[in-house]
Every structure is written in C-alpha cells, then in structure tokens.
Nanobody, 126 residues
Framework: VQLVESGGGLVQPGGSLRLSCAAP????????IGWFRQAPGKEREGVSC???????????DYADSVKGRFTISSDNAKKMVYLQMSSLKLDDTAVYFC?????????????????WGQGTQVTVSS
C-alpha cells in the first residue's frame, strides 16, 4: 500500500510546516506509520513514527535531531498522519516520505512496509 505525502514547501529558518500523509487503504490496527527524509547525497533516515490503535494504544518516537521541534499525530478516522515541523533548520532540507512501518509490541519502528511514494520536498533557506 502506497501512502501519499503533501505539504512541503520553501520556508525560512525558524519557520514551520505541516506535512500530511494520506493512507486511505492503510490498516492502523495492524501497522504503524513512519516519516523518513532523504537529503541530497545522504541516506534516507527515520524522522518520526506513530502507532495508534484501539488494541495497542498510542506510541510516538522521534529522531534525536528533531525532538522538541517536530510533532507527529494521526487521525485514524480520516486515515491521515501529520508531521508538524517547527523551528526548522537548514539541515531539515530534504524530501520527506511517509510509509507503513512494523510495530514491535506497542512501539513503532523504522522498518518500512510496502513501497515508497514520491515524497514531498521541504526546503529551508533564507
């Protein structure tokens, strides 16, 4: 199942953006969702993940580089996941992807499931 990212754009350092991930055919009961990013010349890295279901409860995780600045959330009824990004830095410039990820217990992981979408470009520049 491929998810669809949106909401990227050009923002100045210190600014904010909210990315959206549409997952209309995704089972939030069975899997979690992760946000990843890939900057030019660098490997893709996990940014944040969220697991939210009636059975396993709520769990979110963040990479150290974004803790305190990014907030992940989900609206299971709308089949949407969001990544609110604040205090953006030049190093946050990347293509951002959302994808299903495996759970480990009630925790989300950065082990992707399915195929990558096209992503959404976030450019932080003055």
């Amino acid at each position: 199942v491929q998810l669809v990212e949106s909401g990227g754009g050009l923002v100045q350092p210190g600014g904010s953006l909210r990315l959206s991930c549409a997952a209309p055919e995704f089972s939030f009961d069975d899997y979690a969702i992760g946000w990843f990013r890939q900057a030019p010349g660098k490997e893709r890295e996990g940014v944040s993940c969220i697991s939210s279901s009636d059975d396993t409860g709520y769990y979110a995780d963040y990479a150290d580089s974004v803790k305190g600045r990014f907030t992940i959330s989900s609206d299971n009824a709308k089949k949407m996941v969001y990544l609110q990004m604040s205090s953006l830095k030049l190093d946050d410039t990347a293509v951002y992807f959302c994808i299903g990820v495996h759970r480990y217990g009630n925790a989300c992981t950065y082990l992707p499931i399915g195929s990558w979408g096209q992503g959404t470009q976030v450019t932080v520049s003055s």
